[in-house]
């Protein structure tokens, strides 16, 4: 008698929704999109300092630059899902309607982030309101914030949205089921919010190191590339929360550790020459 064996993925195996070839192309096509969000985020780092607080933008500008920031850091990394899901509306419609719908996913995905990013822009104020009156206190900020982030990397959640998103197959199955109006925005948010939920620990690094740090910024989409597709990947969410628990102790006494967190200083005054 022939004996059939299913497989089921498991939490050190991120779920398999296409084929190698296919994922590739997904990669691929993530990767484009991508790309001019680098740039533009890039270009805007040049003209922007490093300092504490929101960097003099107001709220609109900065939630721009920040949505922009997210589309260049965590669009390689979602590309299974969202091409999976691409297809899954490709085979129920055409034309404009397939684009629309391709777009109210992926505005409901940005959508989640651009809530975090108000969150984010009122820690950054709130950062920068406390290190002008205090410059002593940015080192004990960027410890807190390397300290939580290692910490969280630890926690229930991170280990339940981790869990979606390296095996989403379930959540795809059951987003058939939503109801017609708005589905693909409200499936987009909906794995959003899981992305979120990943990935605001490795976020919050970004008060210390800074906001406009290129580098930091692709190592942290170097990161969570690895956590949620690399098959060991929840061992590398620990490694990565260690190290971010050794940086909180170094930060209060290893001033590159938080250039971020740094005020600026004043320009000489050549008459003082």
Known sequence: MLHVRIVVPTPTQPGVLLL???????W????????????????????TSMEPGTM???????????VTMMVAMMFPSVAPVAITWARAIGRQSAGTARAARIAQFAGGYLLAW????????????????????????GRWLGAAAFLLAGLYQF??????????????????????HFRPWARDLRVGAHHGLYCVGCCWGLMIVLVPLGVMNVAAMAGLAAVIFLEKLWRHGPLFTWA??????????????????????????????????
């Open 114 to 137: 651009t809530v975090f990013g108000l969150f984010a822009y009122g820690v950054l104020a709130a950062t920068g309101w406390l290190v002008d009156r205090n410059p002593e206190a």
């Open 155 to 176: 926690g229930p959640l991170k280990r339940v949205c981790l869990l979606h998103c390296r095996n989403p197959l379930s959540h795809l199955m059951r987003y058939a």
């Open 20 to 26: 190698r070839r296919d994922l590739a192309i997904a």
């Open 56 to 66: 003099g933008l107001a709220l609109p500008l900065f939630l721009l630059l920040w």
């Open 240 to 273: 990565v929360g260690v190290t971010f628990l050794v940086l909180g102790v170094l930060a209060p006494f290893q001033d590159w550790l938080l250039p971020g967190l740094q005020m600026s200083e004043p320009p000489a005054n050549p008459m003082m020459h």
């Open 28 to 47: 691929i096509l993530m990767a484009l999109l991508a790309a001019p969000a680098w740039v533009l985020t890039v270009a805007q780092a040049r003209d």
